[in-house]
């Protein structure tokens, strides 16, 4: 089915705003910047988003979250073996994450270091996207210990904060150094993390 012209519209100033603000953080994002990489007008913004923290919440429900759910919840949600998915997730992002988005950083992680302080609704937005990964992940880990792929003794809510937390710390310290090589050690110690959960049964 053919998307209308003005969801057209929409989905390009949601992408192109994505990107400035990926690029440059919410606060400094340029609304002139994107009209000019849209080729759009002002009026055509407005039209869609009658203010910039309209644009940037939409980009936290429609872009932000949307990736998430394709790289990681959905994949968790619907996977029979969700610990090996789990794994398998943790290892394709090892080895295909783009250099230029470890300089960047996390696009979710970014805004809730930046935004989260200083505007209510952004904070109960991204801490909503945290709140989906969180309860997948936790819905993974516990139907792995259901299956037995996770010691019985494992608090699989603890875990699976933990988890979150440390992928996101892993973007973040990378992001400092500047270096994709911290991003992979780290996220193999997080991969080696998730494995030791695992029971001697599973590991076989």
Aim: charge should be positive; charged fraction near 25%.
């Amino acid at each position: 089915m053919h998307k209308k012209q003005s969801d057209l519209t929409r989905d390009k100033l949601l992408q192109s705003a994505f990107c400035e603000i990926h690029r440059q953080g919410f606060q400094a994002a340029s609304i002139a910047n994107i009209l000019q990489d849209t080729g759009l007008t002002r009026g055509a913004l407005y039209h869609h988003f009658p203010t910039k923290q309209a644009l940037g919440l939409a980009v936290i429900d429609e872009v932000i979250k949307a990736r998430l759910e394709g790289l990681i919840f959905k994949p968790l949600r619907e996977s029979e073996r969700p610990v090996e998915m789990l794994l398998e997730i943790l290892a394709t992002i090892d080895k295909k994450v783009p250099a230029d988005f470890v300089v960047l950083g996390c696009p979710l992680n970014n805004l809730m270091q930046e935004m989260s302080p200083l505007n209510e609704l952004f904070q109960a937005r991204l801490g909503g996207v945290l709140g989906v990964w969180q309860k997948t992940l936790e819905g993974a880990l516990k139907r792995g210990q259901k299956q037995g792929e996770i010691r019985a003794e494992v608090d699989y809510k603890a875990a699976a904060l933990f988890v979150v937390s440390a992928w996101e710390g892993c973007i973040g310290v990378a992001k400092n150094m500047r270096s994709p090589k911290a991003f992979s050690i780290c996220m193999k110690q997080l991969h080696g993390y998730v494995q030791g959960l695992m029971s001697p049964k599973a590991k076989k």
